[in-house]
């Protein structure tokens, strides 16, 4: 589903609406922070479930 110009204007507007000019730059930035550290648990997940295959190998061989 892609958004078109009229969406994501309407999506601003709103957002200005419900938060206010002030509030929405702290939203952005904690919405930044949460998304990145998101990815970051993500990232040690998949190096934990390597670890652990590898090992699982290990064990086998």
Do not use: H, P, Q, Y
């Not at 958004?3 to 601003?12: D, R």
Request: charged share 40%; hydrophobic share 40%; glycine share 12%.
């Amino acid at each position: 589903m892609r958004f078109g110009k009229a969406e994501i204007l309407l999506l601003i507007l709103l957002a200005l609406i419900f938060f206010g000019g002030g509030k929405l730059g702290n939203v952005g930035k904690s919405l930044g922070k949460s998304i990145k550290e998101f990815k970051e648990e993500i990232k040690d997940n998949n190096k934990e479930t390597v670890k652990k295959a590898e090992s699982d190998d290990k064990e086998k061989a």
